[in-house]
């Protein structure tokens, strides 16, 4: 009896799962495994948002299993020696992995290979799992990854890509002892909002914001900034944890057809992008891609009033606490936030990119450093030195105010787009309200960095 081990990471779902599937074709049983690596809590990725939604996903992967003939094995410690362990105790002759990007996961597969070359059982990495084209897959000529997204797009979009897989119908999982599922509700400091994690809710959630025509994605390519219509697929965690396939959204998206859908699907390239961009320099985690020469202020009361929602900035201050209720954030807030902290505030991106990783469901290092460092102009934007005004951002993407009268309730009693500039308002009415004056004026702001910049 043949015994393979499939170890799951950020791929944790039975429909398109190819690296399950090879483990499948090339053994009579195979061990579904995933392990909870303290390592991940020393690194400080553990964030409680992610790790109440990670524990819903174990949950919804163990039922799938279970329904065919399998079950998930849990275990706890250093992911090879697990590893390891379970190699030991079964006899297997494989073990299948997704490809990943983060540093982490570079590290995890050098470590896996080595000690299972040590033991003569074989590793095997699959491509295209975690991203739709894997990272590489393209690139231009001499250069290992693209650094202009418009060019890597029109290659993204002639690569064409594998097809989808459907779920397996059944498994053998050998007799070996595990750890109990960890569960959503024993965590601690999770958002009140969180949203609920696993593969059937993000098959739910994808099959419903497929059909839905007014704020799905048939309306995606008008709708995807208005920041109350909340008309995006909030799909980014199911993506974060594979949940769902990348590339799976990529055909039922195009089968779909029509600018939403064309819309849509861009915005997965972008994810695809930023995968190749940390894979070919692991250092664009922490280090500018291209350096600007910034000294950056340290300003701990504007930091904190940033991470608050307490600027006195209302379109800001509603998008940041979007993030502290919901630990997720709408696109066109991260932009505006970010936009705020480095440019108008002039705050070094790495303490914004920290406290979103603290917090956002779908904290990913590659998607999140990459656009701190997109809006910041120390990555691949090819317009580093754009400053998003505030104020025109919430008069153009919220203009009635709903956005920040949902997520501020001080301003609530503020009718109309009169909500996004309280300051203006005369003394009583203004002391009446429970908020702050502005930390800065965009103005200012803007003029500082330029300043900085060495722009004038
Ligand atoms: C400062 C900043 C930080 C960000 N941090 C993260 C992060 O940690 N994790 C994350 O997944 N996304 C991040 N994004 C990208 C984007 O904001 C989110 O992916 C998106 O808001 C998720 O909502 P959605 O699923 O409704 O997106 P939709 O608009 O429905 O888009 C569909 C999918 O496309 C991908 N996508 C969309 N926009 C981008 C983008 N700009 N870059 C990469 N992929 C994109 C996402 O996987 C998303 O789920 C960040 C953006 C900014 C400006």
Same mark, same amino acid.
């Given at each position: 009896m043949s015994v393979a081990v499939m170890l799951f990471t950020s791929d944790l779902r039975l429909h398109d799962q190819p690296a399950l599937q090879a483990a499948l074709r090339g053994a009579d049983e195979v061990v579904p495994l995933f392990v909870l690596d303290p390592g991940i809590r020393k690194a400080g990725f553990d964030a409680p948002n992610r790790r109440a939604f990670l524990a819903d996903c174990l949950v919804s992967l163990d039922a799938g299993l279970h329904e065919r003939g399998g079950r998930l094995v849990i275990r706890t410690g250093h992911v090879t020696e697990q590893v390891c362990r379970v190699v030991a105790e079964t006899g297997a002759r494989a073990v299948h992995i997704a490809a990943g990007v983060s540093g982490y996961a570079v590290r995890r597969e050098e470590q896996l290979r080595s000690a299972l070359a040590a033991v003569r059982c074989a590793l095997h990495v699959h491509d295209g799992v975690v991203t739709a084209l894997p990272p590489g897959r393209v690139t231009p000529g001499g250069r290992d990854h693209f650094a202009v997204f418009s060019a890597y797009f029109r290659r993204w979009e002639a690569a064409g890509l594998r097809g989808a897989m459907a779920a397996p119908r059944s498994l053998r999982v050998p007799e070996l002892a595990g750890h109990p599922l960890p569960r959503r509700t024993a965590v601690t400091g999770v958002s009140p909002g969180l949203a609920k994690g696993g593969e059937l809710e993000g098959r739910r959630r994808l099959s419903a914001w497929l059909a839905d025509?007014?704020?799905g994605i048939a309306a995606y390519a008008e709708r995807h900034d208005d920041l109350p219509g909340d008309?995006?697929?909030?799909?980014s965690p199911h993506l974060h944890f594979g949940t769902l396939s990348a590339t799976e959204l990529v055909h039922r998206a195009r089968r779909k057809g029509g600018p939403g859908a064309d819309a849509f699907v861009r915005q997965l390239a972008w994810r695809d992008f930023h995968h190749q961009v940390l894979a070919a320099r692991p250092e664009a985690a922490h280090a500018d891609y291209r350096t600007r020469g910034d000294h950056w202020r340290t300003d701990e009361k504007a930091i904190s009033a940033w991470k608050d929602g307490r600027t006195g900035c209302p379109i800001v201050d509603a998008a940041m606490r979007q993030l502290l209720h919901e630990g997720w954030m709408h696109n066109r807030g991260r932009l505006l936030t970010a936009s705020y902290l480095t440019?108008?505030?002039?705050?070094? *991106?790495r303490i914004g990119a920290r406290h979103f990783l603290d917090l956002l469901v779908d904290g990913d290092i590659a998607n999140n450093q990459l656009n701190w460092q997109w809006v910041a102009g120390t990555g691949t934007d090819t317009r580093p030195n754009r400053v998003l005004n505030p104020l025109a951002q919430a008069k153009r993407f919220d203009p009635q105010g709903d956005y920040v009268r949902r997520w501020v309730p001080e301003l609530a009693q503020l009718a109309g787009p009169a909500v996004h500039q309280? *300051?203006?308002?005369?003394g009583l009415d203004r002391a009446r309200l429970d908020y702050p004056d502005p930390l800065v004026e965009p103005a200012e702001g803007r003029a500082r960095f330029e300043r900085a910049r060495g722009l004038h």
């Open positions: 025509t007014d704020a008309a995006t697929s909030r799909l440019k108008t505030l002039y705050v070094d *991106w309280p *300051w203006k308002l005369d």
